[in-house]
């Protein structure tokens, strides 16, 4: 049974930074594409960023860029999602997915975490 867990989320001032966790099992995770989208009160689920199996690529939506960094372990199964100098803007729940193959897409991730809050106050 494949499983996403997230972690790291909370509370955080603005300007602040938290690091977000997703640990797999189930799956060969070193051959997957993780990505990380959020989706706040009202709004769609949006992509956030993704990282290949091997890191050799990464993307990142433009709202974020300069600020979130993406890295895996795999070794231990667990991508981190590194933020910094967060905005109120950035309050949402936070989900990490997987996909075979796959970037910015929903529809691309096979599975999904159950999400973690992030909430940045002003």
């Known amino acids: 049974q494949v499983q996403l867990v997230e972690s790291g989320g909370g509370l955080a001032q603005a300007g602040g930074s938290l690091r977000l966790s997703c640990a797999a099992s189930?799956?060969?995770?070193?051959?997957?594409?993780i990505g990380w989208f959020r989706q706040a009160p009202g709004k769609e689920r949006e992509f956030v960023a993704s990282?290949?199996?091997?890191?050799?690529?990464?993307y990142y939506v433009d709202s974020v860029k300069g600020r979130f960094t993406l890295f895996r372990d795999n070794a231990k199964n667990t991508v981190y999602l590194q933020m910094n100098s967060l905005k109120p803007e950035d309050t949402a729940v936070y989900y990490c997915?997987?996909?075979?193959?796959?970037?910015?897409?929903?529809?691309?991730?096979?599975?999904w975490g159950q999400g973690t809050q992030v909430t940045v106050s002003s």
């Open positions: 997915a997987a996909a075979l193959s796959g970037d910015f897409y929903y529809s691309d991730y096979d599975y």
């Open positions: 189930g799956l060969t995770f070193s051959t997957y594409v």
């Open positions: 990282i290949t199996w091997s890191s050799d690529k990464k």
